[in-house]
């Protein structure tokens, strides 16, 4: 059993910052690419940042320069830092990791979502 747990999210200002974290955990042999999507009401998901083993990182333009996106020293950890937040940002956040567990299965998990709201 693989899970993704996500932290960090909340109410902030705009303007203001806010860390996102996820934690996988279980019986994963692998983590390749993690990344974060989010899903606005009404609107379908859509990908913020992705990050790779080797560090490569994408963000979807609209996040370009006040989202950062990295991975923790033990590779089983992602942080999304998002500065600058606009009522835009508001979501929910998504963690997403492809993950090779012990029986050989590869796949694409999920967290189960962290509310961000930006508003004053």
């Known amino acids: 059993q693989v899970q993704l747990v996500e932290s960090g999210g909340g109410l902030v200002q705009p303007g203001g910052s806010l860390r996102l974290s996820c934690a996988a955990s279980?019986?994963?042999?692998?983590?390749?690419?993690m990344g974060w999507y989010r899903q606005a009401p009404g609107k379908q998901r859509e990908l913020v940042a992705t990050?790779?083993?080797?560090?490569?990182?994408n963000y979807a333009d609209s996040v370009k320069g006040r989202f950062t996106i990295s991975r923790g020293n033990a590779k089983n950890t992602v942080h999304l830092q998002m500065n600058s937040l606009k009522p835009e940002d508001t979501a929910v956040y998504y963690c997403?990791?492809?993950?090779?567990?012990?029986?050989?299965?590869?796949?694409?998990?999920w967290g189960q979502g962290t509310q961000v709201t930006v508003s004053s």
């Open positions: 997403n990791a492809d993950i090779l567990d012990y029986t050989s299965n590869r796949g694409a998990y």
């Open positions: 990050i790779t083993t080797l560090g490569s990182t």
């Open positions: 279980g019986s994963i042999f692998s983590i390749y690419t």
